[in-house]
């Protein structure tokens, strides 16, 4: 083994654990406070069947290609047409990741002369999506809409020609905060752009039916959604929602479609099924949103934090170190509850994320808080 060619990486490795930002992957134990499966879909029987039924169909696990050679499955074009009548756009395409359809739309449909006004805490696949792009990005202050006005009207009087676009979060996937979209939505309107909202943490969880936040904005042909289906789906992979123009567009000129293996097409029977239980089964929903209020009045009343109004609360630790100390005892006491640190979030705001899911109860929820409760005091004397 060539030791000193690995040096550089082992002291990069070393510098992160000084600063309690080194990663290593964790198992799943204790009772999930951390996870996306926000329906508690991911191990639902409607799917295993929906799975065991489209198997004795014969519907293979691999495609075998990518879309545009032998990997076009029926099951693909099945779930691009029910997800576009689903989210009431003109046409849906399916990817194999959330990551992989972000990176594919910013790499691509921002044309050179356009501007994509991203907000500060959007996804990590946005950033990687408008680095592979030719589109000039700037980075706008979080949910303040005058702002991304502001950034608009400072563009189009150096000179800026091309179509201006908008990429929010709808729900905020560290903070649990939502974007003003209709606001968004009205800006991109009047200045000719687009407004692509990525709805991975509302899918499935707001809106009439599950369809998410951006369902809201009736019939603007200017709006791009991406609904993931890892998250409350209980699945994997992401459908882009947009207008028919821009998906052909995508299949001609994306290179992450285009030179992909197409995702598995059991997985795009899965996923229509997953869109059934959504629509048919709407105490998943009611439930949810009930879980939600009562682990916000516990945060209110038993640890002095403002509820996020979602499913996602975040609570406040700073310190990169303490966060992890604090997650750890949490987990030692049977709650998985993760620390979220820089990068992931900004420099300072260590935190524990809380995800409140179909997969825990009250009485469970009140005895994370009190634990919670009890490791913040010790660690505040």
Request: some cysteine; glycine content about 12%.
């Amino acid at each position: 083994m060539n030791v000193a060619a690995l040096s550089p990486y082992a002291m990069k490795l070393a510098g992160l654990g000084r600063k309690s930002r080194l990663r290593t992957l964790a198992p799943r134990e204790g009772i999930d406070f951390t996870s996306n499966d926000y329906l508690g879909l991911a191990g639902a029987a409607r799917l295993k069947a929906a799975i065991a039924e489209a198997m004795d169909r014969s519907v293979p696990t691999g495609a075998g290609g990518s879309r545009l050679l032998r990997g076009n499955h029926p099951e693909h074009e099945a779930l691009e047409t029910e997800a576009a009548a689903f989210f009431g756009a003109e046409r849906a395409i399916y990817f194999g990741s959330g990551f992989a359809a972000n990176v594919a739309l910013f790499s691509t449909l921002p044309l050179r002369d356009d501007l994509v006004l991203h907000d500060a805490l959007i996804h990590a696949s946005v950033h990687d999506g408008i680095a592979a792009g030719k589109a000039k990005a700037i980075a706008v202050p979080h949910n303040q809409v005058e702002a991304f006005e502001r950034e608009i009207v400072r563009w189009r009087q150096a000179g800026g020609s091309g179509r201006p676009w908008i990429a929010v979060e709808s729900l905020y996937s560290m903070d649990g905060d939502y974007a003003p979209l209709a606001a968004l939505a009205d800006l991109a309107g009047r200045h000719g752009g687009f407004l692509v909202v990525d709805e991975a943490h509302a899918t499935g969880v707001f809106g009439a039916g599950g369809r998410g936040l951006a369902a809201a904005l009736k019939g603007p042909g200017h709006v791009v959604a991406l609904h993931t289906c890892g998250k409350a789906l209980g699945l994997s992979g992401a459908l882009l929602t947009l207008p028919a123009v821009l998906a052909d567009y995508l299949v001609n000129r994306a290179r992450g479609f285009i030179y992909s293996t197409a995702p598995s097409p059991l997985m795009a029977a899965a996923i229509r099924e997953a869109l059934r239980i959504i629509a048919d089964e709407p105490w998943r929903q009611a439930r949810l949103m009930a879980l939600v209020n009562f682990a916000g009045e516990e945060f209110r009343h038993r640890l002095g934090v403002t509820p996020s109004g979602s499913q996602i609360m975040p609570v406040m630790i700073g310190d990169n170190a303490r966060s992890l100390k604090v997650a750890a005892r949490l987990r030692d006491g049977g709650f998985d509850v993760r620390a979220i640190r820089p990068p992931t979030v900004p420099e300072g705001t260590a935190r524990l994320r809380v995800a409140v899911t179909l997969n825990v109860d009250e009485g469970q929820i009140a005895g994370m808080v009190g634990l919670l409760a009890l490791l913040l005091e010790e660690e505040r004397r």
